[in-house]
């Protein structure tokens, strides 16, 4: 009888063992099943959320103040001081950085991740220009004319308010290719603290075809988010030649840019911190529209440099180089007639050629002087075209 009782009760608790693991496992499952809905759960929270919040406003960074608000410019308009809320790191904020207002664009309430411009990739943009003025030889004048019109309206815009007048608001720059045209565009970028931004006309029309004044609408506003900035447009001749007729689509394109250019020109206020700079070396085949007052005021020829500018030329990088014994500059620059600031920075170089190639450390008149010849027999019959064309 005991013996019976013994196995009833072991295969009692074995069941109960049984049923105990079996719902062990039931709870196991249940509960895996409650983590999976509430992670979906989760999921339509957040996505509700989303649906639910409003929409920020995009705002560029304008300034950082004192008192710990920020100036922005909002998509939607006007410039507007704002509070920044508590999780946004203030020291972060710079301006230029794109950040979301709140709906009432009362407040910044994140900041943005920075999206590069598709059109940044084909152009360069310095934030810190180093050309001075001293390293430019013989365009004093030029360098005056910038200064006056590029300079100062980006430095002292008071001035210009005071006395009640607009400065121009771009600088053609034309003349012969390698006289310092480019160079003199940084240095004023330099000097005025500005971010220096240079495009290649030609480069609007040809690398993004069919979106030419796009890329334009996109320059001008990187400008603007770069701003106090030069924009220097090179070679603006390749969309601005005057055209008898706009037959093919290839025609058609270039004109809708520079459309887009006299627009963009056209909509700027004068004493916005953005300033632009033109060059071209076929002033003869501009379009008179981009002439028109308003737009280029200033046309400032940069011709080959004359005797006295080639001598300080020579000068300029000459100081930067090892020399032994003299040189004599004024020689070597009434021997350099018909040759550019370029053309003389390579004599410079090659110069240091004939020096390494003679294992010495150091240059001496007669390398110049041989740097020199071998440098006008390579630009010979250029020299000659371009005496034709300039004089
Ligand atoms: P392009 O019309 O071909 O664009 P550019 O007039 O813009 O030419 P730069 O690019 O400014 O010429 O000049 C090319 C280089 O030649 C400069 O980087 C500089 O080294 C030298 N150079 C040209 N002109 C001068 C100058 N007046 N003084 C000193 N260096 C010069």
Do not use: W
């Not at 939607?76 to 301006?95: E, F, Y």
């Amino acid at each position: 009888m005991s013996d019976e009782v013994d196995i009833s009760n072991e295969r009692v608790s074995e069941e109960r063992e049984q049923l105990l693991r079996v719902m062990d496992e039931k709870v196991r499952s249940l509960q895996n099943e409650v983590d999976m809905l509430r992670k979906e759960l989760n999921y339509y929270k957040t996505e509700m959320d989303k649906l639910l919040s409003p929409p920020l406003i995009e705002a560029t960074v304008l300034d950082v103040l004192d008192d710990g608000r920020v100036v922005v410019r909002s998509s939607s308009g006007p410039n507007l001081v704002v509070n920044v809320l508590q999780d946004v790191p203030l020291l972060k904020l710079r301006p230029g950085m794109p950040v979301a207002l709140n709906q009432r664009a009362s407040a910044v309430v994140e900041l943005l991740p920075n999206r590069e411009e598709p059109v940044v990739r084909g152009m360069e943009i310095e934030e810190r220009p180093n050309v001075k003025y001293e390293d430019i030889g013989g365009l004093e004048e030029q360098i005056r004319q910038i200064r006056e019109v590029v300079e100062l309206p980006l430095t002292k815009p008071e001035l210009f308010k005071e006395i009640g007048v607009d400065p121009p608001k771009g600088v053609l720059l034309y003349g012969p290719p390698g006289t310092g045209k480019t160079m003199l565009a940084k240095a004023v970028a330099t000097e005025s603290g500005a971010t220096f931004i240079h495009v290649i006309a030609s480069e609007f029309a040809q690398k993004f075809v069919g979106e030419g004044a796009k890329i334009v609408r996109e320059v001008f506003e990187l400008a603007r988010k770069k701003a106090p900035a030069i924009l220097f447009i090179d070679e603006i001749d390749a969309i601005a030649s005057k055209r008898v007729d706009v037959g093919t689509s290839g025609e058609r394109e270039i004109q809708r840019t520079l459309m887009q250019l006299l627009a963009e020109i056209d909509g700027f206020k004068p004493l916005q911190n953005v300033r632009i700079l033109t060059a071209t070396n076929r002033i003869d085949v501009l379009d008179p529209a981009l002439l028109r007052p308003g737009r280029f005021d200033r046309i400032i020829e940069v011709p080959l440099p004359d005797a006295k500018g080639r001598e300080r030329i020579y000068s300029i990088y000459l100081s930067k180089m090892k020399i032994k014994g003299e040189v004599d500059t004024k020689t070597l620059a009434a021997e350099s007639e018909g040759l550019s600031g370029a053309d003389i920075r390579n004599v410079c170089v090659e110069a240091a050629y004939v020096a390494i190639r003679e294992g010495r450390g150091f240059v001496t008149n007669e390398d110049i002087k041989t740097a020199l010849k071998s440098i006008k027999e390579k630009r010979e019959p250029k020299v000659k075209e371009r005496a034709e064309k300039f004089i």
